[in-house]
C-alpha cells in the first residue's frame, strides 16, 4: 500500500482537564518509534515522555487503509500542550540476498520505511528558520540576528515607557505649580489654615495659624508672604510644627517675600521649609 504525503505531526492538544486519549494520524510501522513531548501553556519545560510508562499506545489494526491510532495519557495538565510525532532512525536494515526472492511486501515495508524518515525530517525542516533559495546568509544568523533585534526593539520600547513616565512625571509638577499659583492669586490674607488650601497657596498679608487635626498625612500647603516685613507662622494647639532640617519646633518666621512649604506628617504633626523661613 501507498503511504499519503500527510505530515508525521498530530494536532497540537491542549489540556483541557477531560481528555485522555489523543489521536493521530500517520503510518507507524512499529509503536517505539512514536515520540509524545509536552510543554507548558507558553511551550516552554518540553519533555518527551516515555512509552509503556507514561502512556500507551493503541494502534489501528490496518495501518495501510487506516493509518494512526491515539495514545493514553492522563497527565496533561490544564493549558498545557501535547504532540506526537515519530522518530525511525536513519537506518536500512532489510537485506535481500543475491538471487534470492523478492518478496513484494518486504520491498514495499522497505520503501515506506524511506518516505517515513523523509516525512520525519520534512516535518522538522517545517519548523525551522529559512531564507530564500537566492539567499547566502546563514539561518542561525538570521536567527540571531532576529532575536539581537526584538531585544533591542524591548529595549528601546522600555526606554520610551520610562521616558513617558518621565514626561508625567514632569507634566503632573507642572500643573502642581500652575495650580500654586493660581491659588496664589486667589488665596486669602491670613488666619487659620483651612483644608481649602490643601495643594495650593496661601498669599498672605497676616500671619497664619497651622492647626491640627484639619488635614491629613501628605496634604502640602504652599505660603508666599506678600509683604515687606516679617510674618508669623503659628504652631497651632495640639499641633507639633517641626523645622525642616533640624529638631526645632514651635512657630515660625516667614521674611518678606518668602515662601514656605508645609508638608503634614499626620494631622497633629507637620514639616515647614523654604526660602525665608526661620
Known amino acids: 500500500m ?11 492538544y491542549t489540556g483541557n482537564g477531560v481528555a485522555t486519549t489523543y489521536a493521530f494520524s500517520f503510518k507507524v510501522l512499529d509503536a517505539t518509534t512514536l515520540v509524545v513531548t509536552v510543554a507548558d501553556a507558553n511551550d516552554l519545560n518540553s519533555v518527551v515522555l516515555v512509552n509503556g510508562v ?92 532576529a532575536v539581537t533585534s526584538a531585544a533591542n526593539s524591548a529595549s528601546a520600547a522600555a526606554a520610551s515607557a520610562l ?18 499659583l493660581l491659588a496664589l492669586q486667589a488665596g486669602g490674607s491670613g488666619g487659620v ?25 501628605r496634604d502640602v500647603v504652599v505660603l508666599y508672604n506678600n509683604t515687606a516685613g516679617d510674618l508669623t507662622i503659628t504652631e497651632g494647639a495640639s499641633l507639633t510644627l517641626r523645622f525642616a532640617g533640624s529638631a526645632a519646633v514651635g512657630n515660625r518666621t516667614l521674611a518678606q517675600r518668602g515662601l514656605a512649604t508645609v508638608v503634614f506628617i499626620s494631622p497633629t504633626e507637620a514639616v515647614i521649609s523654604g526660602a525665608g523661613v526661620s
Do not use: W
Open 163 to 180: 521616558a513617558a513616565d518621565a514626561s508625567a512625571d514632569v507634566a503632573a509638577a507642572a500643573a502642581m505649580v500652575a495650580d500654586a
Open 54 to 145: 507514561d502512556y500507551t499506545v493503541t494502534l489501528n489494526p490496518d495501518q495501510d487503509a487506516s493509518p494512526g491510532g491515539e495514545i493514553g495519557y492522563a497527565g496533561l495538565p490544564v493549558g498545557h500542550r501535547l504532540v506526537i510525532t515519530s522518530a525511525v532512525d536513519a537506518s536500512q536494515p532489510t537485506a535481500i540476498a543475491n538471487l534470492g526472492a523478492f518478496h513484494a511486501d518486504v520491498i514495499e515495508a522497505a520503501l515506506d520505511r524511506i518516505v517515513i524518515q523523509h516525512q520525519q525530517q520534512q516535518e522538522q525542516l517545517d519548523r525551522c528558520v529559512k531564507v530564500v533559495a537566492t539567499s547566502e546568509q546563514d539561518p542561525t544568523t538570521l536567527l540571531d540576528n
Open 2 to 12: 501507498t503511504i499519503a504525503a500527510t505530515p508525521r505531526r498530530s494536532p497540537v
Open 193 to 217: 489654615l483651612t483644608v481649602d488650601d490643601r495643594g495650593g497657596a496661601r498669599l498672605l498679608s497676616a500671619g497664619v495659624t497651622v492647626p491640627a487635626s484639619v488635614f491629613a498625612a
